[in-house]
């Protein structure tokens, strides 16, 4: 198991490593990187002293040792726009962006989940159907238009949530239903190929035979086991909803890294696009690696096959 | 010869039934509509859809109090007819999404054969880096692209290519590992064919079809990744109408209640990715059983 962990370590570490390669090089060769660093309007002066403090004379590879060194000192510039350091904004911002995606996480799985359920028990019947329409809705609207047309309904014409901003419940409602549909959608499809995978399994038939109640046998067997992979997936798309909330979080002005991203390519501010980037693929890179941990924590099949 | 003239026919004719069994009809018909109204957007769109006139700013549809027959589906924030923009929006979904898609499953379907076929370091290098890209959050990466060259209809193509190339190259990968191992591919090493042969005559033909399911299901992901850039401003610029930058607009006049600048764009955009995903999910079991899973 160590073994395992510790090759599972090595690869996130070697991604990790070829990520900042990509993010660097991207920013290095597609151009004149001073373009990018230096703020819009800058007098020569500065982009002189920019050039001297990136060392832009220097080697590539120098230039890529001391990229590295600060983000591994979590130094990611400083923001144009604002004037603080990227990374205090970043964390700042985090918060926000969590409780948008909890929400919406509970929401997803409030309706996947059950939906879910109903579809594998009632395999080929109206509900099954009907949750393939709902499904493929749920994965064909764009969320931004969701939450557009939420906006009309709810604030323009009922006059019941405000349209943006954060502070209260119902500021989280729109935001929350309009990033979790699209996950939500994805939460029931997982359930119901999960749940049917289960249903055709032999302790399913045994506790069957044994004459359980068809209700106990989905509920307490069934359910139980079929959930494992959803929660994989659900502890995924919390990090994956933080870093793709951008187009929500700019339609309903709710203050988290969405938002923030979308203030760095208005204003122009490439160091906070650079370090959204950064941070949301470390972030997939790390959650993945926990998860598979922790699979192997649990699962000894896993720790024997490595 | 008789009997070609009897038999063919009719069994051609179950084979072809049994084929387009539970076709997506209307989906078709709705991709080709579009497709349609893109080709000949000159010839239908009653205006010009980057030119406006200011004193006819935000007309509603032609059917609401206060709006013309004259502007259909009503004018924007510049006085730009919505019916002629959404004419000439459609023109760059297709554009766009159709082309990116083709760049992505270019570079990605060459990518996943030299991966799975050559095996060793060149498959450990191209894994690994499809991997790390996967990793990172699609919009955001884009976004992040876009950032650095600049937006442009161009360039938004290239970006969404090189940001969906990694969903192919994993895929065409597995197969191709699959692939190596049949009959057909160690005869034509044992005839002595070289390694691009094989990979070019006999490895791609057969992946193909993995391709083009893998292509129409990412349609719809490229099309709203598009709508959601130009929506962001960093994809098509202005005045180009392209629907995610007409929903940007319409954004504008949403809380007075200006409908129609949002429902309308989002409802075209929505119409395209289902057609797409419904037809990839009918092609995805017909052509493809492999790819049921996915």
Same mark, same amino acid.
């Given at each position: 198991?160590?073994?395992?962990?510790?090759?599972?370590?090595?690869?996130?570490?070697?991604?990790?490593?070829?990520?900042?390669?990509?993010?660097?090089?991207?920013?290095?060769?597609?151009?004149?990187?001073?373009?990018?660093?230096?703020?819009?309007?800058?007098?020569?002066?500065?982009?002189?002293?920019?050039?001297?403090?990136?060392?832009?004379?220097?080697?590539?590879?120098?230039?890529?040792?001391?990229?590295?060194?600060?983000?591994?000192?979590?130094?990611?510039?400083?923001?144009?726009?604002?004037?603080?350091?990227?990374?205090?904004?970043?964390?700042?911002?985090?918060?926000?962006?969590?409780?948008?995606?909890?929400?919406?996480?509970?929401?997803?799985?409030?309706?996947?989940?059950?939906?879910?359920?109903?579809?594998?028990?009632?395999?080929?019947?109206?509900?099954?159907?009907?949750?393939?329409?709902?499904?493929?809705?749920?994965?064909?609207?764009?969320?931004?238009?969701?939450?557009?047309?939420?906006?009309?309904?709810?604030?323009?014409?009922?006059?019941?949530?405000?349209?943006?901003?954060?502070?209260?419940?119902?500021?989280?409602?729109?935001?929350?239903?309009?990033?979790?549909?699209?996950?939500?959608?994805?939460?029931?499809?997982?359930?119901?190929?999960?749940?049917?995978?289960?249903?055709?399994?032999?302790?399913?038939?045994?506790?069957?035979?044994?004459?359980?109640?068809?209700?106990?046998?989905?509920?307490?067997?069934?359910?139980?086991?079929?959930?494992?992979?959803?929660?994989?997936?659900?502890?995924?798309?919390?990090?994956?909803?933080?870093?793709?909330?951008?187009?929500?979080?700019?339609?309903?002005?709710?203050?988290?890294?969405?938002?923030?991203?979308?203030?760095?390519?208005?204003?122009?501010?490439?160091?906070?696009?650079?370090?959204?980037?950064?941070?949301?693929?470390?972030?997939?890179?790390?959650?993945?690696?926990?998860?598979?941990?922790?699979?192997?924590?649990?699962?000894?099949?896993?720790?024997?096959?490595? | 010869?008789?009997?070609?003239?009897?038999?063919?026919?009719?069994?051609?004719?179950?084979?072809?039934?049994?084929?387009?069994?539970?076709?997506?009809?209307?989906?078709?018909?709705?991709?080709?509509?579009?497709?349609?109204?893109?080709?000949?957007?000159?010839?239908?769109?009653?205006?010009?859809?980057?030119?406006?006139?200011?004193?006819?700013?935000?007309?509603?549809?032609?059917?609401?109090?206060?709006?013309?027959?004259?502007?259909?589906?009503?004018?924007?924030?510049?006085?730009?007819?919505?019916?002629?923009?959404?004419?000439?929006? +459609?023109? &760059?979904?297709?554009?766009?999404?159709?082309?990116? #898609?083709? $760049?992505?499953? %270019?570079?990605?379907?060459? !990518? @996943?054969?030299?991966?799975?076929?050559?095996?060793?370091?060149?498959?450990?290098?191209?894994?690994?880096?499809?991997?790390?890209?996967?990793?990172?959050?699609?919009?955001?990466?884009?976004?992040?692209?876009?950032?650095?060259?600049?937006?442009?209809?161009?360039?938004?193509?290239?970006?969404?290519?090189?940001?969906?190339?990694?969903?192919?190259?994993?895929?065409?990968?597995?197969?191709?590992?699959?692939?190596?191992?049949?009959?057909?591919?160690?005869?034509?090493?044992?005839?002595?064919?070289?390694?691009?042969?094989?990979?070019?005559?006999?490895?791609?033909?057969?992946?193909?079809?993995? +391709?083009? &399911?893998?292509?129409?299901?990412?349609?719809?992901? #490229?099309? $709203?990744?598009? %709508?959601?850039?130009?929506? !962001? @401003?960093?994809?098509?610029?202005?005045?180009?109408?392209?629907?995610?930058?007409?929903?940007?607009?319409?954004?504008?006049?949403?809380?007075?209640?200006?409908?129609?600048?949002?429902?309308?764009?989002?409802?075209?955009?929505?119409?395209?990715?289902?057609?797409?995903?419904?037809?990839?999910?009918?092609?995805?079991?017909?052509?493809?059983?492999?790819?049921?899973?996915?």
């Amino acid at each position: 198991m160590t073994r395992y962990i510790t090759r599972r370590i090595a690869y996130s570490l070697l991604s990790l490593f070829l990520l900042s390669l990509t993010i660097f090089l991207f920013v290095r060769v597609t151009g004149d990187p001073t373009t990018l660093l230096v703020e819009p309007g800058a007098s020569q002066a500065d982009i002189d002293a920019m050039r001297e403090r990136f060392g832009l004379d220097r080697p590539i590879w120098v230039q890529y040792a001391s990229f590295v060194q600060s983000i591994v000192y979590g130094d990611f510039g400083q923001s144009f726009y604002y004037r603080t350091p990227v990374l205090e904004l970043y964390l700042s911002r985090l918060p926000n962006s969590l409780l948008l995606a909890l929400a919406a996480m509970a929401f997803s799985l409030l309706i996947g989940v059950p939906s879910g359920i109903l579809a594998a028990v009632r395999v080929g019947r109206f509900w099954d159907r009907a949750g393939k329409v709902f499904s493929l809705l749920g994965l064909s609207l764009p969320s931004f238009w969701v939450g557009l047309v939420l906006i009309l309904f709810f604030s323009v014409y009922l006059e019941w949530l405000p349209s943006s901003g954060s502070g209260s419940v119902w500021h989280l409602l729109m935001p929350a239903f309009a990033l979790g549909w699209y996950f939500a959608a994805a939460h029931m499809r997982l359930t119901r190929s999960s749940m049917l995978e289960v249903l055709g399994s032999d302790y399913i038939k045994l506790a069957r035979l044994k004459g359980l109640p068809e209700s106990l046998v989905i509920a307490k067997h069934a359910f139980k086991n079929a959930l494992i992979p959803v929660l994989t997936l659900a502890g995924i798309n919390l990090v994956i909803m933080i870093n793709v909330a951008v187009v929500v979080e700019t339609v309903f002005a709710w203050p988290g890294i969405g938002r923030l991203l979308y203030e760095g390519i208005t204003f122009r501010d490439f160091p906070v696009v650079q370090a959204v980037v950064l941070l949301g693929g470390a972030m997939i890179v790390i959650v993945n690696l926990l998860i598979d941990i922790l699979y192997a924590v649990i699962d000894p099949r896993i720790r024997l096959e490595a | 010869m008789a009997m070609r003239s009897e038999a063919v026919p009719l069994s051609s004719r179950a084979d072809l039934v049994r084929g387009l069994e539970g076709f997506p009809l209307l989906p078709m018909a709705i991709l080709v509509g579009i497709g349609v109204v893109a080709m000949f957007a000159g010839v239908l769109a009653p205006h010009d859809p980057e030119v406006g006139s200011l004193a006819l700013r935000f007309r509603p549809p032609a059917w609401q109090a206060g709006g013309s027959i004259d502007h259909l589906l009503g004018t924007d924030h510049l006085g730009r007819d919505v019916l002629s923009r959404l004419i000439f929006g +459609a023109r &760059v979904s297709m554009v766009v999404g159709f082309t990116a #898609v083709m $760049v992505a499953g %270019a570079i990605g379907t060459a !990518l @996943g054969i030299v991966s799975g076929y050559l095996g060793g370091w060149v498959d450990q290098v191209i894994m690994r880096v499809t991997d790390t890209w996967l990793a990172l959050p699609a919009l955001t990466f884009a976004i992040f692209l876009t950032a650095i060259v600049g937006p442009s209809e161009m360039n938004i193509v290239i970006i969404l290519g090189a940001v969906y190339w990694t969903r192919y190259a994993r895929v065409i990968r597995g197969e191709v590992l699959s692939l190596k191992q049949r009959e057909f591919v160690r005869l034509a090493i044992v005839a002595g064919c070289s390694k691009v042969t094989i990979m070019r005559r006999h490895i791609l033909p057969n992946v193909l079809n993995s +391709a083009i &399911v893998l292509g129409t299901l990412m349609l719809g992901v #490229v099309i $709203v990744t598009e %709508a959601s850039l130009s929506f !962001l @401003g960093v994809g098509v610029p202005p005045p180009k109408p392209a629907w995610g930058l007409m929903l940007a607009d319409g954004k504008k006049g949403l809380m007075v209640g200006y409908w129609w600048l949002t429902v309308l764009p989002g409802s075209c955009i929505m119409l395209m990715v289902l057609s797409a995903n419904l037809l990839g999910d009918w092609l995805r079991v017909k052509l493809d059983p492999q790819l049921r899973q996915l």
